[in-house]
């Protein structure tokens, strides 16, 4: 065969190899298959609408909870004067439906000396979600105990140093129950975004802050029970016991800002 001639063949084929590759047939595949992917995620707030929201006990969202620029908001300024009166909860769950395992992840931001705190297993009946909720501590770590006193209540908890923001109230943290690893924590300042993760099993839960896992326990056993039955919990005897319910969020009268919210069933 002409060398020429050859090397014209031999280009056709490799074009219409190329060309295989990229044929709409799959393209098609590995777009349905990311669709598939991302249906996996339940979004519990997308920025557009607060529908499956209302307030812990009640029946609509409380005064102060609005949507900002895609974002969910809380912030005093926002109550209106009619709502001054308003004797119900502050704090927020999503109502449409309860969990048992899953992985959650939401992003937010909190100003100086700001507090918050996401809730799960969350049931309603109670005072409020602490008397029954785990909770994963929202906090600004590092300028909180110089803006609030915190010596009567951590005093009365036989807090060492009690005027100090005590590790199991820091971000991150299961409140009062389990602490986070500082060396592997990222915190980032008050007024910017960070990003927190619970992946909850009956075999182990974790805790993530800004991509890094920075606290697991085990759920329910006996080093789980024995710290649920001293300290803070010991007049609450529901706390942690129910293995399914409701997401929430803490409002503990600060600013709060949360996007980008959404659910795994696992």
């Avoid at 005093?76 to 119900?88: A, P, V």
């Avoid at 449409?96 to 100003?111: Q, R, S, T």
């Avoid at 602490?130 to 803006?147: G, M, T, W």
């Avoid at 993760?197 to 802050?209: M, Q, R």
Wanted: glycine letters at 8%; charged letters at 25%.
């Amino acid at each position: 065969m002409n060398r020429f001639i050859f090397l014209i063949f031999l280009s056709i084929i490799i074009s219409c190899k190329s060309d295989k590759k990229s044929t709409p047939e799959d393209d098609t595949v590995t777009e349905v298959s990311s669709e598939i992917k991302d249906n996996d995620w339940i979004i519990l707030f997308d920025g557009t609408s607060t529908e499956g929201w209302r307030a812990y006990n009640g029946e609509s969202m409380p005064p102060g909870w609005v949507i900002k620029d895609e974002v969910l908001t809380f912030n005093t300024e926002q109550i209106l004067e009619e709502d001054y009166d308003y004797k119900g909860s502050r704090d927020i769950i999503y109502g449409a439906e309860e969990f048992d395992n899953f992985e959650l992840y939401v992003e937010w931001k909190i100003p100086a000396g700001g507090n918050s705190g996401i809730f799960y297993h969350l049931k309603e009946g109670y005072d409020g979600p602490p008397d029954v909720s785990p909770e994963y501590q929202l906090i600004d770590d590092e300028n909180y105990a110089s803006i609030h006193d915190l010596t009567e209540y951590n005093t009365g908890l036989g807090a060492p140093n009690p005027e100090l923001l005590q590790n199991w109230q820091s971000t991150a943290a299961d409140y009062a129950m389990h602490t986070p690893d500082p060396s592997k924590k990222v915190l980032h300042p008050p007024g910017e975004w960070n990003s927190s993760k619970i992946v909850f099993t009956p075999e182990k839960v974790e805790h993530w802050l800004n991509g890094q896992m920075v606290l697991s326990f085990v759920p329910w056993s006996d080093e789980w029970y024995k710290k649920r039955d001293s300290g803070k919990w010991l007049n609450s005897p529901d706390y942690g016991k129910f293995k399914t319910g409701y997401i929430g969020f803490q409002d503990h009268g600060s600013d709060l800002w949360f996007r980008n919210i959404k659910i795994k069933k696992r």
